[in-house]
């Protein structure tokens, strides 16, 4: 598969099983993983599922998607952008999300790096 085929695919994945249950995300970090939330920084699969569920209930409209291969060729960058409802009610908020895929065998990747942020009107 190519770095986009990929990169669509983890997207589409990602966000579908973070609005249905973010528990069903701990498969793709690692106890080396990083996220940074808000401009928080969270280590390990088990601490960013905590974080991810404590959000509660969302719901995610992808609007655009950027890819690019790595300096590592098991490695694909992805930048996604969206809209997201928190609590199932309100007005949907602005966001971009940043991935570092990692390659650990053919076909298979886990999120390296992942950073978050709201974009709030200025």
Not at 35 to 58: D, H, M, N, P, Y
Not at 110 to 118: A, E, I, K, S
């Amino acid at each position: 598969m190519s770095a986009e085929e990929v990169a669509n695919a983890f997207v589409q994945h990602f966000f579908q099983a973070f609005d249905a249950d973010a528990s069903s995300l701990a498969g793709l970090y690692s106890d080396t993983s990083m996220l940074t939330f808000e401009g928080t920084q969270i280590q390990g699969s088990a601490a960013i599922i905590e974080k991810l569920k404590s959000v509660g209930q969302v719901a995610h409209t992808v609007k655009t998607i950027d890819i690019q291969p790595s300096k590592d060729p098991s490695a694909i960058v992805i930048f996604v952008t969206g809209a997201v409802t928190i609590g199932g009610a309100g007005n949907p908020l602005h966001f971009c999300e940043f991935f570092h895929l990692v390659g650990t065998g053919p076909g298979q990747y886990y999120v390296h790096n992942d950073v978050f942020r709201l974009n709030y009107g200025l």
